[in-house]
């Protein structure tokens, strides 16, 4: 049977422009290429997980506008269940603003729209879907209020739960929400504004102070160099796969969701953060980010090579 992930998050129409280099403050800068992709890090998990082999229902909003219900026709046609997935009046769907540079590094500006306006009231009415899930992923692109009130939900269910903390939160998460965290996937600069309240001297010790906070694992993701796992009993490496970078977009929702399916399959944690480097690796070498999710069999090859 095929891992049963629910996602909760953003679904945005990504606006992506290929430029030499950013532009500095006040400056323009020409733009080699354009494009229009789907986007938004809730809706390209939720795409990711259903390539890497789960059966995924994703709870969002679009606006009730020409973006939105394109999005929501290729999450459909993607194989995502968007039963919660609900079209919203007087407000656009949710955009992004991509400049990418030409070695794959980028800089995002998000207009979030319609992805403000899910709430508590949708997690509830997903309650069912979330109930019979094996995992729940989530980000920080949504009302906050919204993701701990998720949180609590996936606790009283027993549904694991992994929050990728992106964008990097402008405060530190509240003391009752730690505990119902069982995997928290944040790059450095994540984990350095999630701790900004801890005075840690390096990123160990701020992974360690969220372990006792009672976060269950802290998963710091770190780019060409793999992964770092942080759990009471493990700090490990997971060294990264090498592959040649053509666009970073989508790399952490890749990653994010690749762990969710390994971590709802059964697999230990080492190995499931494996599965994950493998998904993130392959994600880098094509361009827009839900395009570029790899498929389960591609996934298995790399981890075969």
């Known amino acids: 049977m095929a891992a049963r992930i629910v996602v909760i998050g953003s679904a945005n129409t990504d606006l992506v422009a290929r430029v030499p280099s950013f532009p500095a403050p006040g400056e323009s800068k020409m733009a080699d290429e354009f494009h229009i992709t789907p986007g938004g890090k809730g809706a390209n998990q939720a795409v990711a997980a259903v390539r890497a082999g789960a059966d995924v229902t994703f709870v969002g ?49 998000v207009a979030p729209g319609a992805n403000m306006c899910v709430s508590e009231r949708d997690v509830t009415e997903a309650r069912n879907a979330l109930a019979g899930a094996d995992c729940l992923l989530l980000q920080l692109e949504i009302p906050h209020e919204t993701v701990y009130h998720a949180l609590r939900v996936a606790r009283k269910e027993g549904v694991t739960t992994i929050l990728n903390p992106a964008p990097a939160p402008s405060e530190p998460l509240p003391d009752d929400v730690w505990p119902h965290i069982d995997y928290l996937t944040p790059n450095q600069t994540e984990m350095a504004a999630l701790t900004s309240d801890l005075n840690a001297p390096d990123a ?19 780019g060409a160099h793999g992964a770092r796992c942080l759990t009471p009993d493990m700090d490990e490496v997971v060294p990264a796969f090498e592959v040649e970078a053509v666009d970073t977009v989508g790399a952490g929702d890749a990653f994010a969701a690749g762990l969710g399916c390994a971590l709802a399959e059964g697999r230990p944690l080492l190995e499931a953060v494996r599965f994950a480097n493998a998904a993130a690796a392959l994600s880098v070498t094509g361009s827009g980010a839900q395009e570029s999710m790899p498929e389960r069999h591609e996934i298995e090859e790399l981890l075969a090579s």
Do not use: K, Q, W
């Open 61 to 109: 909003r679009l606006g009730d506008d020409d973006f939105g219900r394109r999005r929501l026709d290729e999450l459909r046609c993607a194989g995502v269940d968007c039963t919660y997935v609900r079209l919203t009046h007087n407000t656009h769907s949710g955009v992004a603003l991509i400049a990418i540079e030409p070695s794959g590094e980028n800089l995002i500006v």
């Open 204 to 222: 160990e010790s701020a992974a360690r102070a969220l372990l006792a906070r009672g976060v269950g694992a802290v998963i710091m993701t770190l």
